[in-house]
């Protein structure tokens, strides 16, 4: 009598993760790592892959019973337990996954949480250094970050319209080598076409192991930005509130593939478009000073 095999897709995905990075490097650091599964799908995947990185592996909400013990969104306000978790076990880092594991969020060495910008940043930083001169997509939204990342090792940055879906058939018809977006969403087709939570922590412990850097170290070492991100109820026509704010910032290029963004001559820029699931506008924008995105958006706001 034959008996179908059941595939074991966790331990196929994971071993496809170990097959793509530096092991042994990473188990040579002996990390001690505090991670938030949201007692979700990270429930089911991150013991056996951390067990094989070599990591002390401190767990919290690692039930797989979908109770989310915080709102599910992964950012800095719904995250202080693990941030605590962080700074009472003394581990190296942590990490915080949302429900589905496609979005990851970094708590450094202090016990706080980082951007979320920071984790595609962190993986594109590992991944270009090794391979210079590719590819990288990131849409429209994200920050300038992880395009001068790119810029640093002669890559191209190829910019997309929001949205997963938008990002992959670009990272496809460029041939980039990695992408993503600015939501902690990375996106490394040499494991897979989709956000990966598991390929992102693999890339960013890569990352620090070879490094030798604490999760502060290295991203001291990286460009630094503030971002700014705000929604307005919608009030008028979008398209007479994309014609008047390029008429008043003649010195800005304009990309109109979604929305408005507009990029000036001193690297700040900012994104105006309609939410696709709210009556809203939604507007992110950066700079390289705090003052200059203020600003900015004080003026954004004055011409809407």
Do not use: C
């Not at 990695?178 to 693999?202: A, C, K, Q």
């Amino acid at each position: 009598m034959n008996f179908m095999t059941i595939p074991n897709f966790t331990k196929e995905h994971a071993d496809q993760i170990l097959a793509h990075v530096n092991v042994e490097v990473i188990r040579a650091r002996k990390f001690k790592v505090a991670v938030d599964m949201i007692n979700a799908s990270a429930s089911v995947m991150d013991p056996y892959l951390f067990e094989k990185l070599g990591i002390d592996l401190i767990p919290l909400n690692n039930i797989p019973n979908g109770k989310f013990t915080h709102k599910p969104e992964p950012l800095k306000e719904n995250l202080t337990d693990i941030e605590n978790l962080v700074k009472e076990s003394g581990a190296n880092l942590g990490f915080a996954h949302d429900p589905d594991a496609d979005r990851l969020v970094v708590i450094n060495e202090l016990g706080e949480v980082i951007s979320e910008e920071y984790s595609l940043a962190l993986a594109v930083e590992n991944v270009l250094a090794k391979n210079p001169g590719q590819n990288v997509v990131i849409n429209l939204s994200t920050s300038q970050m992880t395009a001068d990342i790119a810029k640093k090792y002669g890559g191209k940055v190829f910019r997309s319209m929001i949205g997963e879906g938008h990002v992959v058939d670009a990272i496809l018809s460029h041939r980039a080598i990695i992408g993503g977006e600015g939501n902690g969403g990375v996106i490394y087709p040499t494991i897979n076409t989709v956000r990966d939570s598991f390929t992102t922590l693999s890339l960013i412990l890569e990352l620090l192991a070879e490094r030798k850097q604490t999760v502060s170290e290295v991203v001291a070492s990286l460009p630094k930005y503030f971002m700014k991100k705000e929604k307005l109820p919608i009030g008028k026509n979008l398209n007479d509130i994309y014609k008047n704010l390029k008429s008043n910032f003649k010195e800005a290029e304009a990309n109109e593939q979604e929305g408005l963004r507009l990029d000036f001559p001193d690297s700040s820029w900012f994104h105006i478009r309609s939410s696709n699931t709210e009556p809203i506008i939604r507007i992110f924008g950066e700079a390289k000073e705090e003052n200059r995105i203020v600003t900015l958006f004080e003026k954004i706001k004055s011409y809407i």
